[in-house]
């Protein structure tokens, strides 16, 4: 078992605190727990991970050509690799997103 304070590890390429194979000396699942104000957008493109998108708080939009969906608080969305997404946060907004990598590659 290995402890991480979350707040220690902020990636400013990212703008998000990342658990990943640096901290865990594997490149299998990694954690990110990010923090977005109103009106703020990020891309989500798992890029070749599996990922799960929890939003702990607030209310955001997904939308890329093809959907548009509205996440509340303490809902889920599945992101399979090869899908990308503008998150846009309606309010501020709190989120974890658990991922995999679904096949071996480089970061």
Do not use: W
Not at 39 to 57: F, T, V, Y
Not at 61 to 87: G, R
């Amino acid at each position: 078992m290995k402890l991480f304070n979350i707040r220690d590890l902020y990636r400013e390429k990212y703008k998000e605190y990342v658990v990943g194979s640096q901290e865990i000396q594997k490149h299998s699942v990694y954690l990110v727990y990010g923090e977005v104000s109103s009106g703020e957008k990020r891309e989500m493109a798992p890029n070749g991970h599996d990922e799960i998108l929890l939003l702990l708080s607030g209310d955001a939009k997904l939308e890329n050509k093809e959907i548009k969906t509205i996440l509340k608080k303490e809902q889920a969305v599945y992101m399979s690799p090869d899908e990308a997404f503008t998150f846009i946060a309606v309010s501020d907004c709190k989120y974890i997103v658990a991922g995999t990598h679904t096949t071996p590659h480089d970061h």
